[in-house]
């Protein structure tokens, strides 16, 4: 089974900047998830290489950017003016789907999991 593997996680204080990345070659959309201990996994950001369109959760609008690399195979999250309220696991998702309806963010629309990387943002 396809298995998607996040690096870049870590400890760092309010203000400070992270990226993650994720192998996430041929995919029709690709997307970040993160889950807080006690509460339920929220999309963060999603891309459709096709289109070059991305999509951000609210919360995270202006700071975090995710794009992939030219060669299309590596997925990534810049996060900047992290807070707390960014800790949590994060996740790489993705699917083959040849089209998508509703929002992106949806976790149904998405096949393929990473196993998710600790960020923990300290105040």
């Known amino acids: 089974q396809v298995q998607l593997v996040e690096s870049g996680g870590g400890s760092v204080q309010a203000g400070g900047s992270l990226t993650l990345s994720c192998a996430a070659s041929?995919?029709?959309?690709v997307g970040w998830f993160r889950q807080a201990p006690g509460k339920e996994r929220e999309g963060v950001a999603c891309?459709?290489?096709?289109?070059?369109?991305?999509n951000y959760v609210n919360s995270v609008e202006g700071r975090f950017t995710i794009s992939l690399d030219k060669a299309k195979t590596t997925l990534y999250l810049q996060m900047n003016s992290l807070k707390p309220e960014d800790t949590g696991m994060y996740y790489c998702?993705?699917?083959?789907?040849?089209?998508?309806?509703?929002?992106?963010?949806?976790?149904?629309?998405?096949?393929?999991w990473g196993r998710g990387t600790q960020v923990t943002v300290s105040s």
């Open positions: 041929g995919y029709s959309l």
């Open positions: 891309f459709l290489p096709s289109h070059g369109r991305a």
């Open positions: 998702a993705a699917s083959r789907a040849p089209s998508f309806r509703g929002p992106l963010l949806n976790s149904r629309l998405y096949n393929y």
